[in-house]
């Protein structure tokens, strides 16, 4: 288990006026996690979220980060140490993009030329060109752009726990989508802490290793995607979830998660002489030709194997045999398949290193059970 | 053209006399800047105390000259002090009301960003509301310069000099060369302070809010 990095006691918001924003909430979030707070507006989220960084005091219980009781440390240097990202960006309008980013490194009093350095990686790393978008003024981006940059600002310092409280909730849905993409891209290059707060389930869904569903103050679910999916809590989380929990569960898996191990299919590509025999010996169909590094080079039929043993030929199987890779999503797995005419796929991983197959069987069994066929979640 | 005969052979005299009144503008301008930011910002931290500040400069702003001359003279006599006492509560109005209103209208999200990225209260009054508000605190700046040319004017008649001197002295002695001499390098000061500062906000307002 990964060490806790924060945790929230018993703790709740309420106003003057007696409205309880939060009411007693309690989570922890281990180390490198992405937890989504989702929820109708006026549920709670985004207050939870500025509970950590004391942008809202509570009225009850404690928060730690990192072990240290929050109410104790010194808030600007607490808030320096949390990025924030947030839905309208917020962007210093008389500053250049370079100068927005280096804000957090200047407080913190780093020299010019490595604040200069981190801006240049940064913007590499939301992808915007540093020449062009260096000395641009806020007014002279685009939504989509502006964000990148509010994202870059939220990372400017290395923070280990950042908080984005709807940051794409204002960007039309292609521009959305791609910075969802980019999010989960670096995400898995920058070992963060992210309270992610958002609206939309299906991005809480998309981004979130576990999802805060939260109602009145309170977190009704708080549990992994398919958790949340499969088994939500009450009729809320239910509907919250929407109608096509199937579906969104597809989106969720990859074709790893289906498919069957290769073993027992394979054959070395300079043994293929022997391949009809082994193929008749086991009753297959069809072998799947790897080299000594275990990549994939082609598929074999039975009627090619026994073919080439009569020409003596080894260079036999097709070639150009469409594959699918192991982190695809299982929707994008079934389109290819339709596309190519196809029964079933191999699965390659890195380097095109095989690792398995995938047929329809896998597909129907995953709609009827709604899960994972038993014996195969790798 | 006897006034501009008038004028030459007073030359000294007219040019001493629109040092003199540059001087107390200038002076009065400063003085005013200083307590009319402050409070402006002020204001802005202390929002109920806001409608009072403002209503509390509108009506100091609606008394005549002559009659706020008339109250002050009783309890500091005359000359160059009270003027600039007249002058630097005539120019709050517009000095607060435009340090305030250039630093509440900055968008919320901004105030957010800044305080949740750790940036202490002086910090985001210098790095961030100072300077997004410029432009509207110079504009409320060079309102109040443009009006304390005119009102130094007057200031004259309480024994504060200045070109206004060369004005009442003319009526006083019915000589129109003399009201002349005076009132027009009042206009041409009034005028071009007026531009000057046109100039200046445009160079004071940051790049990034030049549209």
Known sequence: MPPTIIRFDGVSKVYPGGTRAVDDVSFEVFDGECITFVGPSGCGKTTTVKLLNRLVEPTAGSIYLNGQDTAGTDVIALRRNIGYVIQDVGLFPHMTVAQNIALVPRLRGWPERKRYERTEELLHLVSLDPAAFRNRYPHQLSGGQKQRVGVARGLAADPPVILMDEPFGALDPITRTQLQDEFLRLRARLKKVILFVTHDMDEAIKLGDRIAVMRSGRIAQLDTPRKILREPADPFVQNMVGRESGIKLMKLLRIADIMDPAEGMTIPADSLSEAGRRMTEAGKDILLVVDKEGRFQGALSWEQAVRGNRSGGEDLFGRACPTAEAGDRIDATLERMLKHERIWLPVVGEERKLQGVVTMTHFACFFAAGEVPSGEAS | ?211
Do not use: C
């Not at chain 2, 030459?8 to 200038?26: A, F, M, P, S, W």
């Not at chain 2, 500040?53 to 609606?62: H, P």
């Open chain 2, 1 to 211: 053209m006897s006034a501009i005969e008038y004028f030459i052979k007073n030359i000294g005299l007219v040019l001493k006399l629109t040092l003199e009144h540059i001087e107390i503008t200038l002076i009065a301008v400063a003085i005013s800047t200083v307590i009319g930011v402050a409070a402006g910002i002020f204001i802005t931290r202390h929002q109920r105390a806001a409608a009072a500040v403002i209503g509390v400069a509108g009506v100091l702003y609606t008394i005549p000259s002559l009659a706020l001359f008339g109250m002050l003279i009783p309890f500091i006599g005359i000359g160059l002090k009270p003027t600039l006492i007249a002058l630097v509560l005539y120019s709050q109005l517009a000095l607060i009301r435009n340090t305030y209103v250039g630093i509440i209208q900055i968008d919320p999200s901004i105030r957010e960003a800044g305080r949740g990225m750790g940036m202490s209260n002086w910090q985001f009054l210098g790095m961030v509301e100072l300077p997004v508000a410029l432009p509207v605190i110079m504009a409320g700046i060079r309102t109040a310069a443009v009006m304390n040319i005119g009102t130094a004017t007057i200031a004259a008649y309480i024994g504060a000099g200045g070109l206004g001197w060369l004005i009442f002295r003319g009526i006083a002695s019915v000589n129109s060369d003399q009201i002349i001499a005076g009132a027009v390098p009042v206009i041409i000061l009034a005028v071009g302070v007026d531009y000057l500062f046109i100039l200046l906000e445009r160079a004071l307002t940051p790049a990034g809010l030049r549209r």
